[in-house]
């Protein structure tokens, strides 16, 4: 439906305005991020632009490889929470009874506890199992992160998947884990392919895991660039390359599966 | 069935149940650096936190501000947002790009953006204040001004993800209480008030209840934009708990204040879900 003739310049003008409070911010970051360190300070005005606050970033100490441990760990996090909680959440679509109730209530009840409240005593635990500032001592925490939320969401998209497709499956002499492999989970793929990737994102993005559970053996970016704010508050130019980069795998992403995350998320 | 839910109930023991229940221990003991004993010591850490003035006078209320401003205005803003791109454009792929493009930046990034946007001297903010003959503003010197960025920034995050819920959910709405109403003379506005709004109920109850509680334990923006500053004026609750805990090395008082906090947030969650349950009933 195009928008009645009268009304097409507001609302091509509200259009406008929101993409550009959308994108500005980013786009200004961008911007300070091509300025040298002599015109960071009047970003708006100026004309010479550089690469080289690229390099000089990450050059800084621990900076590569806080790049590639957030990789890492956003891509295990999201390999391991989908595996858990798909089969979690078919349970809680499809079977009733005690032990489903039981799982919803407890899932509700452990999504609602605030972070902080677990992650500080999982820093004793994690030291306590000898995997604090290792890959094992931030991956597993993480997964616990999704198991409840995730577990919610994959219930939902198999709750749109009428069952009485399976049941056709059961007639056609299919076992029940054949009917779940072969026709309730290709339907529900979209959906937790697109959780999958903001299940990537969250992980790539998370902040207080990442302070409380690493150090200086597995550095995360997240943290290192809120060390860097503090740090060196002043070099904006640097800075703002840092965040340009961190920015760009979370974009690549999103760009290229950004209709696979609509479509996913409209079952 | 039970093989289904073990994977996903071992991960949750571990590393959510066990570390709760090592925490709820550790709040009832004088647990500190220098006390290998770890005395019990009874109820006396919730005490002291709930007795402390900056707890129950600024972050209780910080929290509770952010939280209410932050749902609303994300709510608001993702609402319009979707009833605005739930039609076709000419260029309607690259707005739907540019205004998912906040779900994908991370917090502490958005952080460093508007803490850079804002800064006192440098800032574009102030430049653009400044040009249009207003006094350039000290952004993170004053509470009300340090919360608003906060607040702002989090609207700017979290817009998107209402947006593409909504979107998704208007998108799969039957179109025929739409067609009945327009032949029955509804215009827009009615049509939106008593048709869509109506039928959009569980989804938007949906959205409130996830972020109300993620709301609750804002981190990342605010450890990054003010760290708690200026004079812990803008800390949160869960600010307030990680500097017990791993700033002044109190233990027991970060375990104490951070379940104080969750049972908060238990007891909004119950309210809040009954209010779903509730709409989620009505629309059957």
Known sequence: MLAPGWRRPFFGLAVAAVTLLMV???????????????????????????????????????MKASFVNSALIATFATIFSLAVTITSGYMLSRF???????????????????????VIPLYLLTQWLGILDTYWGLLLPHVAIHVCFFSWIMKGFFDSISPDLESAAYIDGCSRWGAFFRVALPLATPGIVALGVLCWLYTWNEFLFALILTGSRTPMLTVRMAQFVHETGIEWHLMSATAVIALGPALLVTLFAQEYVVKGLRI | MLALIVPAFLILALFQIVPIVIGANASFRSWSLFNPQKTWVGLANYRQVLTDPLFYGTVLPNTFLFMAASVTGGLVAGLALAMMLNRRFRGERIVRTAILLPLMVPPVVAAIMITWMCNDQFGIVNVVMQAVGLEPV???????TSMAIVIATDVWLWTPWFTILILAALRTLPPEPHEAGRIDGAGPWRLFRYITLPL???????????????????FDIVWTITKGGPARSTETFSIYAYKQAFVYLN?????????????????????????????VEVSR
């Open chain 2, 251 to 279: 233990f027991d008082l970060g375990t104490a204040a951070s379940l104080v906090g969750a049972a908060i947030v238990m007891v909004v969650g119950a309210v809040l879900y009954r209010g779903l349950s509730a709409a």
């Open chain 2, 200 to 218: 959009l109920r569980p989804v938007l109850m949906v959205c409130v209840v996830v972020r109300a509680i993620d709301a609750f334990r804002v």
């Open chain 1, 24 to 62: 500005f911010p980013v786009a200004w970051i961008g911007l300070t991020a091509l300025r040298p360190a002599s015109g960071v300070f009047y970003v708006h005005r100026g004309t010479e632009f550089t690469l080289g606050n690229f390099a000089e970033a990450l050059a800084k100490p621990e």
């Open chain 1, 96 to 118: 009733q009874g005690a032990t489903a109730s039981v799982w919803f209530a407890l899932i509700y009840l452990f999504r609602c506890i605030p972070y902080i409240s677990w």
């Open chain 2, 138 to 144: 000290p952004w993170l010197v004053y509470r009300s």
